[in-house]
């Protein structure tokens, strides 16, 4: 599953970082605005990173160590944006691939997305800011969301990680690559929480600011039978990964006129035990 022929060993680009300072920086949404994009009041700064190709260390790779994992794993859906097939059908073979990937007693699913950067697109495009999904504070209330007060509150100490499996809708993916930040070089200092504002409630989630420390990887060409899984969470302190940032990029290499990059996440609970 490497396919390194002809893949660089790394690449140098750009990624956007937000920079710390002592106010909480805080997004009003696209839900909330209307606009295509979201408004950030924050500082951000652009750096100038090393993006290493992780395909040579695949099968070294731990959701529990680095944050996420790659495997070679197809869907027998033909159409992933057919809502019906993907909640009937890909769900089924999400919670069971994470299960064996994982040793997951249980897998819950709440929710997918869908992104393309295309110029003219009905959906979400990629995040172009170096994120994690969830926050010390929001992690534990997304499980409260999803399983209800008195579920949670039963489970409260069961072991649960976030994990999403990103996957292309078609491929390989040429345009917006995923880099991934390396959890065992992240510094919990820099992870900065930001409030998410919506028209009816505020989220969280970390952005990043930079340390030359952090080691950034990337799957270059991503096919369709290709599954990520990144966590966004988990409950334990024990030193094992709990958050990891990532973000899209722009990749030098990229070919002129490459198609668009289209991508499905579905954003899953497992509880261990």
Known sequence: MQRTTDMPASITTTLTYLAKHDAKPYVHTEA????????????QEEREVTIYNGRPLVDSLALDKQGFELHRRDTVVDDLYDDTSVENIY???????????????RVVIFDHTRRSDAEQRGIRGPASRVHNDYTERSGPERIREVLGRDQ???????PVAQINLWRPINGPVKRSPLALLDA??????????????????????????????????????????????IKGYDSRHDGRARFTPHTAFQDPHTPPGAPPRESIEVRTLAFFG
């Open 32 to 43: 909330l605005t209307g606009d295509s994009e979201p408004h950030y009041f924050a500082e």
């Open 91 to 105: 769900y089924a073979e999400v919670e069971d691939l994470i299960k064996e990937l994982t040793g997951a007693s």
């Open 152 to 158: 949670a509150d039963a489970l409260a100490t069961v």
């Open 184 to 229: 065992s070089t992240l510094d919990p200092d820099d992870l900065l929480a930001t409030d998410l504002v919506y028209p009816d409630r505020v989220g969280e989630i970390y952005h990043l600011a930079y340390n030359p420390r952090q080691r950034w990887y990337y799957f270059p060409d991503m096919r369709r039978d290709e599954a990520l899984l």
